[in-house]
């Protein structure tokens, strides 16, 4: 494949493995559709889309009813540091942007598919899927960051030795590991103390510290006062 293509098409209801050398995204116009990958798992409805990247091997299976927007992307067309950032695809949920998009491409198809339409298109759906896409592991802190996590978990997220992951984590995200987690639940913890009238040791093991003592501690290192200043201030300031 040479250039980008566009078709709307009806998928198997029964279970299909394969793989190809192109991109697919893939928008449901009607049913479902649950992907498989080697990292991933994922329906494609009216909610999420799915993007495929380039020889990622996956199993499909499409409800009895379905139609598909799919659009078919060279692999020479995505960048090789990009490629890297998604392995066994992933699902995007379905916003405006995303609703513009899948407006824009089926009157393409009606009024006649126009390969420099097409390309400027993918200019732009191509930085919805790569600009903010975050690594696994970020996404893994901020969904568990109230957790016991340790490097080694986070680390093997990424397929990486906790030396190197603990570097390049540095370079991505400008902290340590650590400090990145700190961070995240101080600032939860910002927005429990002003907005809810848990009490300092409830605020604390609602982000992750089992004792009052160390949450204050830290709070304070970060803050520069203590919790339970920093509510009495802040809802002041609220008044």
């Known amino acids: ?43 494609i409805n009216n909610q999420y889309l799915g993007f495929l990247p380039p020889n990622c091997i996956h199993a499909y299976k499409g409800d009895k009813i379905n139609k598909f927007l799919v659009v078919n992307i060279p692999e020479h067309m995505i960048k090789k ?41 993918f200019f732009y759906i191509y930085d919805l899927i790569y600009k903010d896409i975050k690594p696994k592991s970020i996404n893994y802190i901020k969904d568990n960051f109230a957790a016991d996590i340790n490097v080694k978990t986070l680390a093997d997220i990424e397929h990486y030795n906790v030396n190197y992951y603990t570097e390049w984590f540095r370079k991505k995200m400008g902290s340590s590991p650590l400090e990145y987690i700190q961070n995240i639940r101080i ?29 204050s501690r830290i709070f304070k290192s970060m803050e520069k006062i203590s919790p339970a200043t920093y509510r009495k201030l802040y809802r002041e300031l609220a008044k």
């Open 1 to 43: 494949m040479d250039k980008i293509t566009c078709e709307i098409t009806k998928l198997p209801s029964k279970l299909c493995v394969h793989g190809h050398t192109y991109a697919q995204l893939v928008m449901s116009l009607e049913g479902q559709l649950h992907i498989k990958t080697n990292t991933e798992e994922y329906y």
């Open 81 to 121: 540091e990009d490629a890297k950032k998604i392995i066994g695809g992933n699902k995007f949920i379905i916003d405006e942007r995303w609703k513009a998009i899948e407006t824009l491409l089926i009157h393409e198809l009606k009024d006649g598919v126009s390969p420099k339409s097409l390309n400027y298109l």
């Open 187 to 215: 600032e939860k913890a910002k927005e429990l103390l002003v907005n809810t009238n848990y009490t300092i040791l409830e605020v604390a093991q609602q982000v992750g510290y089992s004792h009052n003592s160390s949450f």
